[in-house]
Structure formats: structure tokens, C-alpha cells
């Protein structure tokens, strides 16, 4: 199966896991402890949570996201949250909870939506997609975000 018809197929699949709680949680999520509802207990002064802004390279655009950062040292599995066509939400509660369950979650506006340079159409988004997740890849992106470039799930449309 080719690349871009792969990624718009698992992007469905990891959503559903995550929302029927059939996924495995995150390395920061403990017994007990609801992400949804709960802030975490014990805070990691060394390594804070944090919101990053960030450019995510798409063909010629710098495109604009942020990068949710959870507490502790990781590597953190990773999140990459699409925001619908052309999109309007930023799905910032599903980011905050996913944090505190432990995931680095990178956010980012396609091509022409939201202030992000370029022409939007539906192949760009694809090819967006694509590019978020050769950067999520990176040993530079891991290094920055304490992410694990081995565990990366696709959530949203």
C-alpha cells in the first residue's frame, strides 16, 4: 500500500484505540490516575511539562504547530494530532490529557489553514502529514521533546 493512502488509514485506527481505552497508556500514566480528569501528583522539576512552538517543513511552507511536552526525562511516545479540513479546533483538551498520560503530542495547522503558508487542498494535507511525521522521526525532534521516534500514533482527520 502506498505511503500517503497508509497514513490516512492508521490515522483512524489509533483514535479509536485511544478513545476506548484499549491502547496502552503512556510512560507517565500510573494506576488509578485519570489523564482526563487529573492533573498529576508528582512533578518532575528536572523535566517540566511544556508548549513549544514549532515550524513543521512541508515542501516549501514552515508550517505552524506547537509541540506538547509531557514531565519527565522519556523518551515519551508520540501524538501527532490532525485537526479537521481545513480545521478550526485545535483539539487543545485531547492534547493536555494526552500529556498528562505521558505522550509528546505535536499539533500543527496544513498548508493554507490557520495562518500556515501555502495553497490548502487535500493532497497538501496528506503530504503535510507525511512531512510531521518524517519530523517526529528525527533524532533532532527526540532529542528536543525527549520523544521516542519508534512510537508514533496518528489521531484526527
Known sequence: MQRRAMLVLLALVP???????CARPGPGARDGYD???TDPVARDA???????????????????GVVYVPEGA??????????G????????????????????????HYR???GSPGAFSFG???DDVDAAVDL??????????????????????
Open 35 to 37: 489523564p482526563v480528569t
Open 15 to 21: 483514535a479509536i484505540a485511544l478513545a476506548s481505552g
Open 85 to 108: 479540513f481545513p480545521g478550526s479546533e485545535r483539539s487543545g483538551d485531547l492534547a493536555h490529557a494526552l500529556v498528562r498520560a505521558g505522550w509528546t503530542v505535536l499539533f500543527f
Open 112 to 114: 493554507g489553514a490557520w
Open 136 to 157: 517526529v522521526r528525527s533524532a533532532a525532534f527526540a532529542t528536543a521533546y525527549r520523544a521516542d521516534p519508534t512510537r508514533i500514533v496518528l489521531v484526527g482527520h
Open 124 to 126: 497538501n494535507a496528506i
Open 74 to 83: 522519556g523518551p515519551h511516545p508520540v501524538v501527532i494530532l490532525l485537526h
Open 46 to 64: 528536572a523535566h517540566p511539562a511544556t508548549l513549544i512552538e514549532v515550524s513543521v517543513p512541508s515542501a516549501d511552507a514552515l508550517l505552524n
